[in-house]
């Protein structure tokens, strides 16, 4: 009976260890975080619909930065996108079969639509579109820059909600990879409130597409890191090497920059110039684009204090209104953040061990590209709680994150440690040493 139930405890085990990689997209710290996308037929037309289509980021922390969403799917029919406000397909497609002036918009089988720019005259408008498809975090900035929407007059899809299709395979890219839809699903029909709060109109139809996110399908390498340091220790505990990936100039040239290079300009503008998306960082032994450095600074009677520096090492991205989450036991007792904007995360319904910092705006919610200027720091003030400790690591945070992705720690054995510890440990060795010596 022993050997039976250890073998279903190992073969559990097993399982476990070859599920895990399933629920990449569940994060611990944002369980419910997901975009979802709203399809709200608003009129019936003659052969077909106008819908209002709303991208909402119900995602804590993480943002859809610059470049901005690109939205895809694929009709259910032969349906033809007639014309559009507030969003636009990148291609038009192959309209032969349309004669005179009416030419649709986009007749692609498979459309992908991307959000306009700043500026876009006004009547080409609709509410919370054209910033260029960014969108925030709806625990960061008020709710409508939480979401974007377009608007699109359908052809040839049924006129009624019984000979509609819904759409098919959407995809969401943010600006990249990272995010698997679901399929597109009937719910209940959005109301519309009116500006004055006195009617309620709905809409003829509505289904709703979930995405989550993963970050092993963002990108396979971490994008940030953690060093450590303490006021009383000496020594600086860096990132941990090829954190991020290895320095690789010799079989890869161009893959980081040396800072003192007389070609850094050239280098930088060349990636620029080839839209290449992928990070262009400084040459480092640990070659993340971002790394986060926590300073345990001062201990007080009833306080103790931390400084926090993000830095940038990237030269080809500015990061606009960029978040740090962090996990550690004395936020609940959190008392003064001196030059950042902090929001309790609360993941956990009786345990407020999770802090969103962020930076003020106009102040230093921009973080630079690598260079002098591409840092912000703060420092964070905690008042003492009972369990309060500087051993075994206790002052450092459990996990940080960076726009939603899980930075690289160092490992627990290298954090700074006390000054006495060492001694500590080898107390039982000098007793050997001076009971051996009074022995002779």
């Not at 397909?89 to 309209?95: A, P, R």
């Not at 597109?184 to 519309?192: C, D, L, R, V």
């Not at 971490?222 to 600086?236: G, Q, R, T």
């Not at 400084?307 to 500015?318: E, H």
């Amino acid at each position: 009976m022993g050997l039976c139930f250890r073998s279903m405890l190992l073969l559990f085990f097993l399982f476990s260890c070859a599920t895990f990689t399933s629920i990449e997209a569940y994060d611990a710290l944002d369980p419910n975080g997901n975009i979802t996308i709203n399809w709200d037929i608003i009129t019936w037309t003659g052969n077909g619909y106008t819908a209002v289509v709303t991208i909402s980021n119900f995602q804590k922390y993480r943002h859809i930065q610059a470049p901005g969403w690109t939205l895809g799917w694929t009709w259910a029919k032969s349906e033809v996108i007639l014309t559009m406000a507030g969003g636009q397909t990148t291609e038009q497609g192959d309209c032969s079969r349309f004669q005179g002036s009416n030419i649709p918009h986009c007749c692609k089988k498979d459309p992908t639509v991307v959000d306009l720019l700043p500026g876009t005259p006004y009547n080409q408008q609709i509410a919370n579109c054209c910033r260029g498809g960014v969108i925030d975090s709806f625990a960061q900035d008020p709710p409508a820059h939480s979401a974007s929407s377009f608007q699109l007059t359908v052809g040839e899809a049924g006129t009624t909600n019984t000979t509609v299709d819904l759409p098919k395979n959407f995809t969401l890219k943010a600006p990249g990879p990272g995010y698997t839809c679901g399929p597109a699903e009937i719910a209940m029909p959005t109301k519309f409130i009116s500006q004055d709060g006195r009617r309620a109109t709905q809409a003829m139809m509505t289904w709703k597409v979930k995405c989550t996110y993963s970050q092993f399908l963002a990108q396979k390498i971490p994008s940030c890191c953690v060093s450590m340091s303490a006021f009383y220790s000496h020594e600086i505990v860096p990132c941990p090497k090829c954190a991020c990936g290895c320095m690789n100039n010799l079989t890869q040239p161009g893959s980081c920059v040396d800072p003192n290079s007389p070609y850094i300009e050239t280098v930088v503008s060349a990636r620029k110039k080839a839209n290449n998306l992928d990070p262009l960082v400084q040459c480092t032994s640990f070659m993340c684009p971002i790394r986060v450095h926590w300073h345990v600074k001062q201990n007080y009677k009833e306080y103790w204090r931390v400084k926090v520096t993000i830095s940038n090492f990237n030269y080809r991205m500015n990061y606009t209104n960029w978040n740090l989450v962090v996990q550690h036991p004395n936020f609940d007792n959190l008392t003064q953040v001196f030059s950042f904007n902090y929001k309790s995360l609360s993941p956990y319904p009786t345990i407020n061990d999770t802090a969103m910092l962020y930076g003020v705006k106009f102040y230093n919610d921009f973080l630079n590209q690598a260079g002098p200027l591409g840092n912000v720091q703060s420092e964070l003030l905690f008042r003492k709680e009972s369990s309060f400790s500087f051993e075994k690591g206790w002052g450092f945070p459990r996990r940080v994150y960076f726009n939603g992705d899980n930075c690289v720690m160092p490992p627990p054995d290298k954090y700074p440690s006390l000054p006495n510890s060492g001694l500590r440990e080898n107390i039982p060795v000098l007793m050997i040493l001076i009971s051996l010596l009074f022995s002779l």
